[in-house]
């Protein structure tokens, strides 16, 4: 690794202890990260007992592997937990660790799996690991995403090159997009996060009746609000109030939007990358919240599965605000990762909505946030709509009109 | 990686995972690896599914996140086994798989650790870890410990080249000498264990009272066997009788001796690797049983040290012949690795005894395994004896001579 290079992840490395996980001073750290990348792993567990941790476990994973298991091993085996995993997951999440996970993803390694599998190993550790899952939810632990390259992700984002040269481009892509390539990407996260928090309490004062979306591409489209909506994004925080990022980078402005109102037409920004596949200059027309009709220049069908998932797929559970000077989309790159894409523009996203973008929505159960306006379902699909002339009006309840995106950028500046 | 090489470790994979484990369709395989060795590692899981592996566990290992670990964590964390670490090697142990340890260490991980710490974690793990620990020692799982090459050892072995020849050169070396180097390393095996067969046949049927030892370096001992001791080697067994290899490579038809006869001066033939330091040139002179003098022209106090470990560690546990044709001798390699280096040539060992190597051992306490003869420590360390021209002559009861070795060799040939 190069000098610079390997200084920079340092900083990169105490960026999400610090930041991302807050670690505190005897406090267990819990680190997923792929095999292929142990050399920045290992900064990250210097980072971390340089920061005080008590101790730090690494659960190592490795993309070929897990997909040698699936290909092998029957469904069954994928239907529960393994009982030592649900230990270890409830247990650290018990002592109170904070857990980061490095995502470095083959964006191919399931292709061709059967996606039963996949889904049944996730639904279980969702359903057995609770005091993992629940210690997430409910702001006991801590928890951060963030990236590191992989050989075969690189080389997807960066076709024809070499796999040590595609590495080092996005080693340099992620750092940029992460706002962790300058000199002190701690205080460039502290501003980041004021900003984040000016935006949020600049929407939820006004609390919009609803938003209008016009863009010269063709999006005309209207999305009502539920009454007591809040608009989340940037740090989340622990019941005892400690700030933490839960993704690193993140760039949204986000909230669920009413299940029953969204109507008119709007039109992809950038591709949508769903399991390994792309869709490509999409449309969809809404009625009564309910997409009503639609169409690709490419991967149709793919879109077709996604709003057949279950009869809430075709209605949306998230409307997103990014301006379009945040680095990942001035970087214009594809990254087939979500955690980035879905930072690249405004987006919305079919399928489930968010109980904390609601006033005593996470007291509710699936029938009563339904009942509320939040959207319910078993999938969750961002797709990008934030053209680079995209105007939100946002509409009060006694109809006054407050711009809140000009030409793909706030209104208030920021 | 170079093509031929590739294939070639294929072929060592179908060994570990065949002959090794002897790996049976549907059985779980445990396979821990340096997370380094990550290529080989999928290796060794391909050829588990492709043998009919019902599940695939890899336990990934860092040297470097280990050596941090004990150089941040305190003591007491490692003075028990992790609940979830305990419920992975017990619940795997019970559900009956194969343990395969893949051996790659910086042999200098360790150095200027509290040894303490190291101490502690085995302790915990063997004491608290009980199905795991029984499972192997009792026949009721199978283990193989085989070796795989990472950076920092390889350039141990191979002092000033660059990392990556030095693992080529090392991969090569291990290859040659664990009998994997050809056309088919499975046949290999079947004729090398035939070999250890009639070796231990001879042995066991001679049933010697004592062993003189003779050499041109000064090497002039008597070493009395235990009525009832049993010589071993090669495949191990499990209760079903199922054959397969503890250690690969493995070389050593071994027993333990009389811990109370033992007369004379052994010379050493090779130095001695003991927690990174060297002993080179040494010699230890016996009188009942026990080391009463002895001098190193190098590494003097590590030899005291390893003598004081307790009140029996200057009493041999041990006794190994090993041919001077093996190839690992003909490498002439020190490889910093007992798994490698203890198959060097004939050698002894200091400290703790095999119940296994006497007839009703393991039905004995630790009294009455020290009442028959079988000594018993907390430390075993091998030293190696078998020089070029050694030879080793078995004396019957009834004061037959028998010679055993001639000039480093079998006498009986092979």
């Known amino acids: 690794m190069e000098q610079s290079l390997s200084a920079q992840l340092d900083k990169y490395a105490d960026l999400l202890v610090h930041k991302g996980c807050a670690l505190q001073p005897g406090q267990e750290l819990v680190l997923q990260a792929p095999v292929e990348r142990a050399d920045f792993a290992r900064k990250v567990v210097r980072a ?46 018990e002592a109170g660790a904070a857990f980061l996970f490095l995502e470095g993803r083959d964006p191919q390694a399931l292709l061709g799996i059967d996606p039963a599998k996949p889904a049944a190993a996730a639904r279980a550790r969702n359903t057995e690991c609770l005091s993992f899952r629940n210690g997430m939810d409910f702001g006991r632990n801590v928890w951060c995403i963030a990236g590191a390259p992989v050989a075969k992700w690189a080389q997807q984002v960066f076709p024809g090159l070499p796999a040590d040269e595609a590495v080092l481009k996005l080693w340099d892509a992620i750092l940029k997009v992460s706002r962790a390539d ?31 979306y016009k863009s010269s591409n063709g999006t005309d489209f209207t999305l009502g609000m539920n009454p007591g909506h809040i608009w989340e994004g940037g740090a989340g925080h622990t019941q005892e109030g400690r700030a933490f990022f839960p993704n690193i980078p993140t760039e949204e402005v986000f909230t669920s939007p009413d299940r029953m109102r ?41 879109l ?37 894409d879905e930072n690249a523009s405004c987006h919305l996203a ?38 680079d ?21 706030w209104a208030w500046g920021k």
């Open 182 to 212: 300058g000199a002190d990407p701690e205080a460039e996260w502290d501003r980041h996060n004021a900003t984040f928090e000016s935006n949020k309490r600049l929407l939820n004062g006004y609390a919009f009746d609803h938003l209008r």
């Open 350 to 387: 079919l399928g489930t909505g968010f109980p904390e973008c609601l006033a005593g929505g996470l007291d509710m159960n699936k029938d009563e946030l339904i009942a509320h306006g939040l959207n319910q379902s078993s999938t969750h699909v961002d797709f990008m709509i934030g053209s």
């Open 48 to 93: 971390a007992y340089a920061a005080g941790a008590g101790h730090v476990t690494v659960i190592w994973a490795d993309d070929e592997v897990m997909r040698m298991e699936y290909q092998n091993v029957p469904l069954d085996y994928f239907q529960h937990t393994q009982p030592w995993k649900k230990a270890q997951l409830d247990g650290l999440a």
């Open 262 to 302: 969204a109507d008119g037409i709007v039109h992809s920004a950038l591709p949508l990358v769903h399991a390994g596949q792309v869709v490509r200059d999409f449309w969809l027309r809404f009625e009564a919240g309910a997409v009503v009709e639609f169409d690709a220049a490419e991967g149709r069908e793919v």
């Open 304 to 340: 077709e599965h996604i709003l057949k998932t279950d009869e809430n797929a075709m209605r949306l559970g998230e409307c997103a605000l990014i301006s379009k000077d945040t680095p990942i989309r001035q970087s214009g790159i594809l990254f087939y990762d979500t955690l980035y």
């Open 389 to 409: 002339d995209l105007s939100v009006t946002g509409v009060t309840a006694s109809g006054e009109e407050v711009p809140v995106f000009v030409d793909g950028r």
